[in-house]
């Protein structure tokens, strides 16, 4: 089992940078796909990014492909989110999430664990 607990969000101007933590428990840490989501209010859960075990492959969602950066560092047992060149429409709770599976990465029904979220408002 792991508990995950994100840090970083806030309020940002259009075009600005932020970036989000997920801090995970537990010694198992380096097995889990990490994966990144978010939820506006009255939208259903999106992916946002995801990132396998060692960090050899990524993967991003067409709205923040080259935006974006997914990045883990094992030994922190930390994964990580870059966010640049933020618009409004990333207005967002983000969440991150493990699982096991390294299928189905965008999908938040293969993801096991979650943390609480953090939000990242963007301003125009």
């Known amino acids: 089992q792991v508990q995950l607990v994100e840090s970083g969000g806030g309020l940002v101007q259009a075009g600005g940078s932020l970036r989000l933590s997920c801090a995970a428990s537990g010694r198992t840490f380096s097995s889990y796909t990490m994966g990144w989501f978010r939820q506006a209010p009255g939208k259903e859960r999106e992916f946002v990014a995801a990132?396998?075990?060692?960090?050899?492959?990524?993967r991003y969602a067409d709205s923040v492909k080259g935006r974006f950066t997914i990045s883990r560092d094992n030994a922190k047992n930390t994964v990580y989110l870059q966010m640049n060149s933020l618009k409004p429409e990333d207005t967002a709770l983000y969440y991150c999430a493990a699982t096991y599976s390294i299928r189905n990465m965008h999908y938040p029904s293969s993801y096991n664990y979650w943390g609480q979220g953090t939000q990242v408002t963007v301003s125009s």
């Open positions: 990132i396998t075990s060692s960090g050899g492959s990524t």
